[in-house]
Antibody, heavy 121, light 112 residues
Framework: ELQLVESGGAVAQPGGSLRLSCAAS????????MFWVRHTPGKGLEWVSL????????YYGDSVKGRFTISRDNSQNSLYLQMSSLRLEDTGLYYC??????????????WGTGTTVTVSS | SSELTQPPSVSVSPGQTARITCSGD?????????FYWYQQKSGQAPVLVIH???NRPSGIPERFSGSTSGTVATLTISGAQVEDEGVYYC????????????FGGGTMLTVL
């Protein structure tokens, strides 16, 4: 069964850092691009970041560019999101999601259940 | 505010047809956009119900369909069921060259 399990969510102070992880199973992880998407109180669902199958290409939403870093370890079937310079507006539920696998377009087909990040002083 | 505009809520009675729109009127017309729809029930992860404008993933009931005209997409649920209640998000992306995607603000569908 395909499964994505996020972890690492916690309470952090503004300006602080967190590292989120996503453990994947049930599919050939190194065949697919992967996403981080968040659900925040202010904006609903927000596209955060995307990494291609081998980690050589990464993309970021405007609100996190320069502060967050996406990476993956295909040997461990794991996806990561290093979050730094955290802001209050980064508070939300962070989902890891698998790319559908279309060769031309990136979109999510399976999502994890999320991990909660709270930025508060 | 989102580049994709959805109505905040839609309400229908069981068995009626529910239509949820997603307008990308502010999107640059020089690109070609594909639209996708996700259903999120309370406390659960989003589920893909329509991809590439009008395609249903396996396991999604036939009552779910999608259509697009230019930069306006519509999700139609023909004969909505109580179990279809939830928040529906549209999503759009341009291509693998411009991979950043965008979500609509979400529409709460009530079936009662």
């Amino acid at each position: 069964e395909l499964q994505l399990v996020e972890s690492g969510g916690a309470v952090a102070q503004p300006g602080g850092s967190l590292r989120l992880s996503c453990a994947a199973s049930g599919f050939p992880f190194d065949n697919y691009a992967m996403f981080w998407v968040r659900h925040t109180p202010g904006k609903g669902l927000e596209w955060v970041s995307l990494v291609n199958w081998d980690g050589s290409r990464t993309y970021y939403g405007d609100s996190v560019k320069g502060r967050f870093t996406i990476s993956r370890d295909n040997s461990q079937n794991s996806l990561y999101l290093q979050m730094s310079s955290l802001r209050l507006e980064d508070t939300g539920l962070y989902y890891c999601a698998k790319d559908y696998g279309d060769s031309q377009y990136y979109y999510m087909d399976v999502w994890g259940t999320g991990t909660t990040v709270t930025v508060s002083s | 505010s989102s580049e994709l505009t959805q109505p905040p809520s839609v309400s229908v009675s069981p068995g009626q047809t529910a239509r949820i729109t997603c307008s990308g009127d502010t999107l640059p017309k020089t690109n070609v956009y594909w639209f996708y729809w996700y259903q999120q029930k309370s406390g659960q992860a989003p589920v893909l119900v329509i991809h590439k404008d009008n395609n249903r993933p396996s396991g999604i009931p036939e009552r779910f369909s999608g259509s697009t005209s230019g930069t306006v997409a519509t999700l139609t649920i023909s004969g909505a069921q109580v179990e279809d209640e939830g928040v529906y998000y549209c999503y759009s992306t341009v291509s693998s060259v411009i991979p950043r995607g965008m979500f609509g603000g979400g529409t709460m569908l009530t079936v009662l």
